[in-house]
């Protein structure tokens, strides 16, 4: 006998096959500030080295290796507000 999942019994076969996907992408909630806040400081360098070192690449693993739910958008947030306090700190200088 084949099991069926409860939670989409009353839904069509083709409703079933798209409701995986949509619970997927469900990473709204995930704020990356928040959570580059509460990483601990020797990461905090790790993605901040790969960043200015130009490594690109590197840093987008490094981010989905902390955070597995981060989108590629929570990576360039962070990059950016990574940048911006930089240039803000030469500027001060």
Same mark, same amino acid.
């Given at each position: 006998?084949?099991a *069926?999942?409860?939670?989409?019994? !009353?839904?069509?076969?083709?409703?079933?096959? =798209?409701?995986? +996907? =949509?619970?997927?992408?469900?990473?709204?909630?995930?704020? =990356?500030?928040? @959570?580059?806040? #509460? %990483? &601990? /400081?020797a990461? $905090?360098? /790790?993605?901040? !080295? +790969? %960043?200015?070192? +130009? #490594?690109?690449? @590197?840093? $987008?693993?490094? *981010? $989905?290796?902390?955070?597995?739910? @981060?989108?590629?958008? !929570?990576? #360039? $947030?962070?990059?950016?507000?990574?940048?911006?306090?930089? &240039?803000?700190?030469?500027?001060?200088?």
């Open positions: 006998m084949e *069926i999942a409860m939670d989409h019994a !009353d839904m069509t076969a083709n409703e079933q096959q =798209v409701a995986p +996907q =949509v619970e997927e992408h469900s990473t709204a909630n995930f704020d =990356v500030y928040a @959570a580059f806040s #509460r %990483l &601990d /400081t990461r $905090k360098m /790790t993605l901040f !080295d +790969q %960043l200015f070192g +130009q #490594r690109m690449n @590197a840093y $987008k693993n490094s *981010i $989905k290796s902390f955070w597995p739910e @981060a989108s590629e958008e !929570d990576g #360039r $947030k962070l990059a950016m507000m990574l940048k911006s306090r930089m &240039d803000r700190l030469q500027f001060a200088e």
